[in-house]
């Protein structure tokens, strides 16, 4: 028998113990990206999510010296982001961009613990001193007019209540379009990550553009 492969789930935890090694020599700004499969590339190869894409067209826009991590994991919600910020902030990030909660909807639940978890790592990042871009979700319209009006209100609020750069979603242009979606119609093919990366990157860029430190 050969070796067994390395899930793909804990990649991003084998990326965040070589950054954390190689830390003290690294000077450019960190961006996290904590999501899901969404975040993750499922069912497209790692250089072909949407996080990896961003990279590269920052270091070709004169930004070469942004390091991305990929901290979506497949399956997750909003419950184990606390926990998961809590780890990945010992590598000091500089920018978390929080994209999470599009299972919470897809599966139901409360709009309210989503909230309260999402809100409770908005104030952990920024207690870290990290600088916060929150990536908002949408649901299909067989949800319901209230339960997906009450889903997309909570991104609004906290963006709102702790004055955060808000995309207002993540998948604009991508979901729901067949072309751009895999065969279970939620997740993106690769041409679906590279729209999204289209879309998230003037407001990243501008973001990070906006928190760099004036050259003399």
């Not at 990649?11 to 499969?37: E, M, N």
């Not at 309210?112 to 978890?117: I, S, W």
Request: glycine share 10%.
């Amino acid at each position: 028998m050969g070796e067994a492969p390395v899930s793909r789930s804990i990649l991003p935890l084998l990326v965040l113990l070589v950054l954390a090694c190689a830390a003290p020599v690294l000077a450019g700004p960190t961006v996290l990206f904590l999501g899901d499969s969404l975040t993750a590339g499922l069912g497209v190869e790692p250089e072909e999510a949407y996080p990896h894409l961003l990279g590269t067209r920052l270091a070709g826009d004169g930004l070469a010296d942004v390091r991305v991590i990929n901290g979506g994991i497949s399956g997750s919600t909003s419950a184990s982001a606390p926990a998961r910020l809590r780890w990945y902030a010992r590598v000091k990030p500089d920018v978390l961009f929080l994209a999470l909660g599009a299972n919470d909807g897809l599966r139901g639940l409360n709009v309210a613990e989503l909230a309260k978890n999402l809100e409770e790592v908005v104030v952990e990042a920024k207690r870290e001193g990290m600088r916060v871009l929150l990536a908002g979700m949408e649901l299909p319209p067989n949800y319901g007019d209230v339960y997906t009006a009450e889903f997309r209100k909570v991104y609004r609020d906290l963006a709102d209540r702790h004055g955060l750069p808000l995309l207002p979603f993540l998948l604009e242009g991508v979901g729901g379009v067949a072309e751009l979606n895999q065969a279970d119609a939620i997740h993106p093919n690769a041409e679906g990550h590279r729209r999204i990366a289209a879309h998230v990157y003037p407001f990243l860029r501008d973001q990070l553009r906006a928190a760099a430190p004036v050259q003399p």
